[in-house]
C-alpha cells in the first residue's frame, strides 16, 4: 500500500502563488507517474499536470505558461509550483501515483486526500 500525503493547499489573492507537495509513503519500489489533478465545485476532475518516470510532462491547456510539476525522487514527493493565480483555478487539488505490480501492464493508482486552494480577487 500507499499513502499518499498533500500539503501546500491555502488561500490566495489573484496573482499570487502557491507550492504543492505530494509525499509518498509505504511499499514503494518504484512510481511510474506522478500527477495533478483539480476538481471545481460543480465540475469534473480534471488532469492538471502529469509526470513520467520516463521524464516526460505534460499541462492542462489552462495552466501552461503557470504551473511547474517536479518530482523528487530520492523524497517520493512530486511538486505543483503554482505562479499567477487565477480564481478559476480554485479547486480541491489532488496528487495522483500510479506504481507498477507484478503483472504486466496492471497498475496500481494511489490518491492523495486534497488539499484546498482559493484564489480570491
Known amino acids: 500500500q500507499v499513502q499518499l500525503v498533500e500539503s501546500g493547499g491555502g488561500l490566495v489573492q489573484a496573482g499570487g502563488s502557491l507550492r504543492l507537495s505530494c509525499a509518498a509513503s509505504?511499499?514503494?519500489?518504484?512510481?511510474?507517474?506522478m500527477s495533478w489533478y483539480r476538481q471545481a465545485p460543480g465540475k469534473q476532475r480534471e488532469l492538471v499536470a502529469a509526470?513520467?518516470?520516463?521524464?516526460?510532462?505534460n499541462y492542462a491547456n489552462s495552466v501552461k505558461g503557470r504551473f511547474t510539476i517536479s518530482r523528487d525522487n530520492s523524497k517520493n514527493t512530486v511538486y505543483l509550483q503554482m505562479n499567477n493565480l487565477k480564481p478559476e483555478d480554485t479547486a480541491v487539488y489532488y496528487c495522483?501515483?500510479?506504481?507498477?505490480?507484478?503483472?504486466?501492464?496492471?497498475?496500481?493508482?494511489?490518491w492523495g486526500q486534497g488539499t484546498q486552494v482559493t484564489v480570491s480577487t
Open positions: 495522483y501515483v500510479v506504481t507498477p505490480t507484478r503483472r504486466v501492464g496492471i497498475d496500481n493508482g494511489y
Open positions: 509526470a513520467t518516470s520516463g521524464g516526460s510532462i
Open positions: 509505504g511499499s514503494i519500489f518504484s512510481i511510474k507517474s
